[in-house]
T-cell receptor
Framework: DAKTTQPNSMESNEEEPVHLPCNHS???????IHWYRQLPSQGPEYVIH???SNVNNRMASLAIAEDRKSSTLILHRATLRDAAVYYC???????????FGTGTRLQVFP | SQTIHQWPATLVQPVGSPLSLECTVE??????LYWYRQAAGRGLQLLFY??????ISSEVPQNLSASRPQDRQFILSSKKLLLSDSGFYLC????????????FGAGSRLTVL
């Protein structure tokens, strides 16, 4: 399985945009880019996923580089409730398993 | 709509005792099912996954086993718990087709003393 690289931690102020980067230089053509987040003492929750084009949903936006070797999760206006560990994961269309890395711990300050 | 249930939510067990954690999914059929573990302050480790009844894939050799006796039931077991088995155990499911998006349960926190 191709690996991802994320910063260990990031900080943001409330109501500011947050850009969470992820490098995946060994991504294959069938790999989807998934983002999940895990709030304290809870199971991870799905945030967004994409293949080649940028994606938007009510939680976030996903910007995918043209060569697909990196991506960025964008939270347009951070709130205190967005403080969590964010995981970037690659999952092939044909795979049955998702392998999580250590993620990025996002702190949001009032 | 689909829901996933996991129990018990919290468990304190002595070393050497058995373990059984149960997970059930409602509102879908033939899902992929997963068990993950998260040790304190660590990331998620995939333990087992199942693509069908009786079909179990183990990712990490350990003191644990998994079974899928019914389509929407996934059980994590141990005959004799170790201190290192302590952690936050998470069950998840996904549909087979498409991008394999996971939905997680609320988790079971196990403390082995």
């Amino acid at each position: 399985d191709a690996k991802t690289t994320q910063p260990n931690s990031m900080e943001s102020n409330e109501e500011e945009p947050v850009h969470l980067p992820c490098n995946h230089s060994t991504i294959s053509g069938t790999d989807y880019i998934h983002w999940y987040r895990q709030l304290p003492s809870q199971g991870p929750e799905y945030v967004i996923h994409g293949l080649t084009s940028n994606v938007n949903n009510r939680m976030a936006s996903l910007a995918i580089a043209e060569d697909r070797k990196s991506s960025t999760l964008i939270l347009h206006r951070a709130t205190l409730r967005d403080a969590a560990v964010y995981y970037c994961i690659l999952a092939s269309y044909n795979t049955d398993k998702l392998i999580f890395g250590t993620g990025t711990r996002l702190q949001v300050f009032p | 709509s689909q829901t996933i249930h996991q129990w018990p939510a919290t468990l304190v067990q002595p070393v050497g005792s058995p373990l059984s954690l149960e997970c059930t999914v409602e509102g879908t059929s033939n899902p992929n099912l997963y068990w993950y573990r998260q040790a304190a302050g660590r990331g998620l480790q995939l333990l087992f996954y199942s693509v069908g009844i009786g079909q179990i894939s183990s990712e990490v050799p350990q003191n644990l086993s998994a079974s899928r006796p019914q389509d929407r039931q996934f059980i994590l077991s141990s005959k004799k718990l170790l201190l290192s088995d302590s952690g936050f155990y998470l069950c998840a499911w996904s549909v087979k087709a498409g991008a394999n998006v996971l939905t997680f349960g609320a988790g079971s926190r196990l403390t082995v003393l």
